[in-house]
Protein backbone atom coordinates (compact mmCIF):
# COMPACT_ATOMS: atom_id res chain seq x y z
CA UNK A 1 0.00 0.00 0.00
CA UNK A 2 1.67 3.84 -1.41
CA UNK A 3 0.98 6.22 1.84
CA UNK A 4 2.66 8.88 -1.04
CA UNK A 5 0.32 11.76 -2.19
CA UNK A 6 -0.55 11.86 -5.92
CA UNK A 7 2.03 12.88 -8.11
CA UNK A 8 2.15 16.70 -8.08
CA UNK A 9 0.50 17.13 -5.08
CA UNK A 10 3.22 18.84 -3.17
CA UNK A 11 4.26 21.30 -6.20
CA UNK A 12 0.55 22.51 -5.51
CA UNK A 13 0.80 23.14 -2.13
CA UNK A 14 3.94 24.71 -2.95
CA UNK A 15 2.38 27.21 -5.39
CA UNK A 16 -1.21 27.90 -3.69
CA UNK A 17 1.28 29.14 -0.43
CA UNK A 18 3.34 31.40 -2.71
CA UNK A 19 0.12 32.77 -4.23
CA UNK A 20 -1.40 33.08 -0.69
CA UNK A 21 1.92 34.59 0.53
CA UNK A 22 1.61 37.16 -2.82
CA UNK A 23 -2.02 38.27 -2.42
CA UNK A 24 -1.14 38.78 1.59
CA UNK A 25 2.22 40.89 0.46
CA UNK A 26 -0.30 43.31 -2.36
CA UNK A 27 -2.70 43.54 0.58
CA UNK A 28 0.28 44.79 3.38
CA UNK A 29 1.44 47.30 0.04
CA UNK A 30 -2.11 48.39 -0.41
CA UNK A 31 -2.79 49.16 3.11
CA UNK A 32 0.69 50.90 3.78
CA UNK A 33 0.07 52.96 0.43
CA UNK A 34 -2.98 54.40 1.34
CA UNK A 35 -1.48 55.29 4.85
CA UNK A 36 1.75 56.81 3.62
CA UNK A 37 -0.48 59.41 1.53
CA UNK A 38 -2.37 62.02 2.80
CA UNK A 39 -4.50 63.55 -0.10
CA UNK A 40 -7.25 66.49 1.44
CA UNK A 41 -8.67 70.02 0.10
CA UNK A 42 -6.95 73.23 0.77
CA UNK A 43 -6.98 76.69 -0.43
CA UNK A 44 -3.99 78.45 -2.00
CA UNK A 45 -2.68 80.24 1.12
CA UNK A 46 -2.83 76.84 3.41
CA UNK A 47 -1.01 75.72 0.94
CA UNK A 48 1.19 78.28 0.90
CA UNK A 49 2.02 78.19 4.28
CA UNK A 50 2.66 74.54 4.80
CA UNK A 51 5.14 75.04 1.97
CA UNK A 52 6.75 77.81 3.50
CA UNK A 53 6.51 75.65 7.16
CA UNK A 54 9.08 73.01 5.13
CA UNK A 55 11.10 75.56 3.69
CA UNK A 56 11.99 77.10 7.06
CA UNK A 57 12.44 74.07 9.24
CA UNK A 58 14.78 73.03 6.29
CA UNK A 59 16.45 75.67 5.02
CA UNK A 60 18.94 75.97 2.56
CA UNK A 61 18.28 75.81 -1.56
CA UNK A 62 17.33 72.87 -3.46
CA UNK A 63 19.57 70.56 -4.59
CA UNK A 64 17.65 70.39 -7.82
CA UNK A 65 17.35 73.26 -10.21
CA UNK A 66 15.41 73.21 -13.68
CA UNK A 67 18.23 74.50 -16.02
CA UNK A 68 17.11 76.81 -19.32
CA UNK A 69 16.67 73.62 -21.91
CA UNK A 70 14.44 72.60 -19.09
CA UNK A 71 16.40 69.48 -17.80
CA UNK A 72 17.43 69.14 -13.96
CA UNK A 73 20.85 70.01 -13.14
CA UNK A 74 22.25 69.22 -10.05
CA UNK A 75 23.24 72.37 -8.20
CA UNK A 76 26.99 71.10 -6.39
CA UNK A 77 26.99 74.01 -3.88
CA UNK A 78 23.97 73.11 -2.72
CA UNK A 79 24.94 69.28 -2.23
CA UNK A 80 28.28 70.33 -0.93
CA UNK A 81 26.04 72.86 2.07
CA UNK A 82 23.39 69.69 2.43
CA UNK A 83 23.00 69.51 6.75
CA UNK A 84 24.80 66.39 7.94
CA UNK A 85 23.26 63.21 9.04
CA UNK A 86 21.56 60.15 7.38
CA UNK A 87 18.31 60.95 6.01
CA UNK A 88 15.43 58.24 6.97
CA UNK A 89 12.77 59.03 4.20
CA UNK A 90 11.54 60.76 1.49
CA UNK A 91 8.88 63.56 1.48
CA UNK A 92 6.99 64.92 -0.86
CA UNK A 93 4.11 67.93 -0.97
CA UNK A 94 2.08 68.76 -3.75
CA UNK A 95 -0.31 71.48 -4.48
CA UNK A 96 -2.94 70.76 -7.61
CA UNK A 97 -3.97 74.53 -7.77
CA UNK A 98 -6.78 73.49 -10.37
CA UNK A 99 -7.99 70.77 -7.57
CA UNK A 100 -7.11 73.06 -4.65
CA UNK A 101 -5.81 69.67 -3.55
CA UNK A 102 -2.66 69.36 -1.25
CA UNK A 103 -0.69 65.57 -1.11
CA UNK A 104 1.44 64.72 1.11
CA UNK A 105 3.82 61.46 0.56
CA UNK A 106 6.28 60.18 2.93
CA UNK A 107 8.68 57.05 2.46
CA UNK A 108 11.15 55.24 4.53
CA UNK A 109 13.93 55.83 2.32
CA UNK A 110 15.15 51.93 2.67
CA UNK A 111 11.82 51.25 1.44
CA UNK A 112 13.01 53.33 -1.98
CA UNK A 113 15.69 51.49 -2.30
CA UNK A 114 14.72 48.48 -1.42
CA UNK A 115 12.08 48.05 -3.12
CA UNK A 116 12.03 50.37 -6.00
CA UNK A 117 9.45 49.64 -8.19
CA UNK A 118 6.81 49.78 -5.68
CA UNK A 119 8.34 52.48 -4.41
CA UNK A 120 8.21 54.53 -7.95
CA UNK A 121 4.34 53.55 -7.99
CA UNK A 122 3.95 55.43 -4.96
CA UNK A 123 5.98 58.47 -5.77
CA UNK A 124 4.55 58.24 -9.17
CA UNK A 125 1.10 59.24 -7.39
CA UNK A 126 2.49 62.14 -5.96
CA UNK A 127 3.24 62.97 -9.26
CA UNK A 128 6.78 62.64 -8.93
CA UNK A 129 9.58 60.21 -11.68
CA UNK A 130 12.82 59.91 -9.89
CA UNK A 131 14.15 58.52 -13.13
CA UNK A 132 13.33 61.83 -15.46
CA UNK A 133 14.62 64.31 -12.17
CA UNK A 134 17.93 61.50 -12.63
CA UNK A 135 17.31 60.50 -9.03
CA UNK A 136 18.49 57.48 -7.21
CA UNK A 137 17.87 56.20 -4.11
CA UNK A 138 21.60 56.18 -2.91
CA UNK A 139 21.87 59.69 -4.48
CA UNK A 140 19.34 61.01 -1.83
CA UNK A 141 20.90 59.24 1.29
CA UNK A 142 24.50 60.32 0.28
CA UNK A 143 23.39 63.61 -0.16
CA UNK A 144 21.73 64.03 3.46
CA UNK A 145 18.49 65.74 4.61
CA UNK A 146 17.71 68.55 3.25
CA UNK A 147 15.42 70.34 0.18
CA UNK A 148 15.52 67.91 -2.72
CA UNK A 149 13.34 70.23 -5.22
CA UNK A 150 10.95 73.25 -5.28
CA UNK A 151 9.18 74.11 -8.18
CA UNK A 152 6.52 75.91 -9.45
CA UNK A 153 4.70 75.25 -12.40
CA UNK A 154 3.13 77.87 -14.86
CA UNK A 155 -0.55 76.17 -13.85
CA UNK A 156 0.36 76.97 -10.31
CA UNK A 157 0.96 73.46 -9.25
CA UNK A 158 3.91 73.32 -6.78
CA UNK A 159 6.24 70.28 -6.14
CA UNK A 160 8.32 70.20 -3.08
CA UNK A 161 10.37 67.41 -2.36
CA UNK A 162 13.27 66.76 0.47
CA UNK A 163 14.81 64.49 3.11
CA UNK A 164 14.68 64.22 6.74
Do not use: C, H
Not at 53 to 78: C, H, I, K, N, T
Request: no cysteine.
Amino acid sequence: MNDRPPAGTAMKRILLGLLGAGVIGWAIFGAWLWRASDVRPATETIARREFAAVRVRLGGDPWLVRGADGRFERRQDAAAAAPAGKPRRLQIMVWRADESRLVSTAIPLWYVKLKEIPARFLLARAGVDLDRLGLRPRDLERRGSGVVLDEIFADGDRLLIWTE
